[in-house]
């Protein structure tokens, strides 16, 4: 049993309910994780909140003391982190050990604490007045996190967020629990006081009472497009802040001027790892003229290379994270094809080094995609690369920016003018020139446009800083003589 954290310590709480936790490898049923009623969310933020004042008044020395040993810690640890999360979301372990790494990038961005939560000041800004800003913490702040990055994601907002005084009740995914218990454990070795870091389990009763609790000051949210526009639209209602980043179709333009080879290994890279369940991963590969009759063999060919199977057996590719998400998978590819796509690759015949009872789909590629079909429309969230071809640089760019999803957008090309005009014109957050998944690092902030993102602060970077905290302007005066009197005109500058 996955209990919760609370008070820098399993607890068990007061809900009745679990889940189970599978292997997806496997298809066992490894544990269950205890999910969170009313009550124990009740519990878990008075506990954020009853932490929250003297974290807060710990010295930023202090305070970024014990995130230097967090980050010294899992560096040390990382390899029993990754098979945690090998086992529960079946990803391969250096895939699993990579997103440790881009979540551990975080860690060490908000180890700059000091630096990044300094404000600016003006002497004599008025004859004698001094102006100053300063930032400071929220309070408690919810942390909602999915499925696919049991690790990294939950790390782009929790670093920052302690770092600059708040508390935090992270809500990760039910059906991969135990990276965020093995994180709380961590944090209390690294001298972190009980109730800064609070892992609560459960499903969207404990979301739904995280959105709408009076001292829960803000939500960061990371999931499907659906749930990111209810988090948004309810936590803002109970006016909280709000960043909530959905789902995604990343598109990648392959222009006639292209290298084939380095474009089809990019597309396959970025298409398969991680079974494809990544936020930024490749789903859609546009082939502008007469580039696809030498991309489409190529990649085919590399894609039949990817070794499916058990993540611990060195394969390159693990399962999908249940059965029933493989079905609806392989529920799409069937669609394409009676809707006209070609399969050229099927992964629903995949032979994987694996148990009989894993969840496994092979990377499958759709040749002749069209924009109306389902597998084009719907985010997928698995190892389904499918080629739209168009004739145009112009109708690539249309295809791009009508979708309704605006997460990363990547174009492969020689042509810096092509390349210039694909950065100033696609509608996306985060752009890949010849690079296939352009996730920024920790310093810059991820997020996605249109439906991959309510709210208008990203992740991480500057903005993450900006989220979890306020801003406070100081006017200060030291009159060398008494005030004079009575003025009740506005303040003006001289
Ligand atoms: P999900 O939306 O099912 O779940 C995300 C979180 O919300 C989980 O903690 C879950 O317990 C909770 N939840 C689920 N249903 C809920 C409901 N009805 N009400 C309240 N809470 C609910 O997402 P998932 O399947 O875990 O993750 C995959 C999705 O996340 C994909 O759509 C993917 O694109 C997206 N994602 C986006 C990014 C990004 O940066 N934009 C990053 C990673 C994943």
Known sequence: MVPHWVDGAPYTGSGTTTSPVTDPATGEVTGRVALA???DVQAAVASAKAAFPAWRDLSLTRRTRILFRFRELLEERKSELAELITAEHGKVLSDALGEIGRGQEVVEFACGAAHLLKGSMTENASTNVDLHSIRQPLGPVAVITPFNFPAMVPMWFFPLAIAAGNTVVLKPSEKVPSAANWMAALWAEAGLPAGVFTVLHGDRV?????????????????GS???ARHVHTTASRHGKRVQAL???KNHMVVLPDADPDVAADAAVNAGFGSAGERCMAVSVVVAVGPVADSLVPRIATLAARVRTGDGRRGCDMGPLVTEEHRDRVAGYVAAGEREGARVVLDGREVRPDGEA????????????VKPEMSVYTDEIFGPVLSVV????????LDLVNANLYGNGACVFTSDGGAARRFEREVQAGMVGINVPVPVPMAYYSFGGWKNSLFGDTHAHGTEGVHFYTRGKVVTTRWPKRATPGLDLVFPQND
Do not use: K, N, Q, Y
């Open 246 to 248: 959905g789902g995604a």
């Open 37 to 39: 009623d009313v009550a």
């Open 225 to 227: 497009t659906p749930v």
């Open 389 to 396: 071809r168009v004739d145009t640089f112009d109708a690539a």
């Open 357 to 368: 009872g894993g969840f496994w789909l092979g990377p499958t590629l759709l040749d002749h």
């Open 206 to 222: 404990a979301v739904d009472e995280l959105l709408v609790h009076p001292d829960v000051e803000a939500v960061s949210f990371v």
